[in-house]
């Protein structure tokens, strides 16, 4: 085994580095600018569903950036407004049951 290469079966690696305080500034002002945008829309800021996925998940993965506590926070206000931009989405669309 390569000495680079991670033991796939043995310990764990090592905790993750903790990102730069410049790091943690820019997606914390992403994370912000993308709340403040789903917050301030009427119907979904994005047209097709593979770029709402893409910010979706960019901001869950991104809020692990920051400390856990904000991250958490600006989580549950992200996740409120994207379930409401759904409902809206999704609004008068009847399930297909394959009847």
């Known amino acids: 085994m390569s000495a680079r290469q991670a033991d796939l079966f043995g310990t764990p690696s090592p905790a993750r580095e903790q990102p730069s305080d410049e790091i943690v500034v820019v997606y914390r002002t992403r994370l912000r600018a993308a709340l403040a945008l789903v917050k301030a829309a009427e119907v979904m800021p994005w047209n097709d569903l593979?770029?709402?996925?893409?910010?979706?998940?960019?901001?869950?993965?991104g809020k692990d950036v920051l400390p856990p506590d904000e991250g958490a926070a600006l989580w549950a206000e992200f996740n409120v407004e994207m379930d409401r931009l759904y409902a809206i989405m999704n609004e008068g669309k009847e399930p297909d049951l394959g009847d």
């Open 50 to 61: 593979l770029t709402i996925i893409r910010e979706d998940n960019a901001f869950r993965f």
